[in-house]
Nanobody
């Protein structure tokens, strides 16, 4: 059974940093692309970053480029998202999800993803 469990969210002041984690199990971690999505209150879920170790590719949405860094530790089956320079508009529930390929993660939106975690809430105060 595929499981994704996010952690690391919390309340942080603007300008602060967080590192989100996504612990994965039930599949061969480096055979898939894995991405981070977020859903702000009243907004649609948006893809913000993807990584594929197999294809050696990574993607960032313009809204997070330069502030967010995605990485993975395949030995630990864990995905990370380092978030620096947090802004109030980064307040959202952050989800990790798997995709069969980097392209599906990068271009497929929510429908391109196969399995989802339940999310971790990040709240940024001004």
């Amino acid at each position: 059974e595929v499981q994704l469990v996010e952690s690391g969210g919390g309340l942080v002041q603007a300008g602060g940093s967080l590192r989100l984690s996504c612990a994965a199990s039930g599949f061969t971690f480096d055979d898939y692309a894995i991405g981070w999505f977020r859903q702000a209150p009243g907004k649609e879920r948006e893809g913000i970053s993807c990584i594929s170790s197999r294809e050696s590719r990574a993607y960032y949405a313009d809204s997070v480029k330069g502030r967010f860094t995605i990485s993975s530790d395949n030995a630990k089956n864990t995905l990370y998202l380092q978030i620096n320079g947090l802004k109030p508009e980064d307040t959202a529930v952050y989800y990790c999800a798997t995709a069969a390929s980097y392209s599906r993660c990068r271009y497929g939106g929510q429908s391109g993803m196969d399995y989802w975690g339940k999310g971790t809430l990040v709240t940024v105060s001004s």
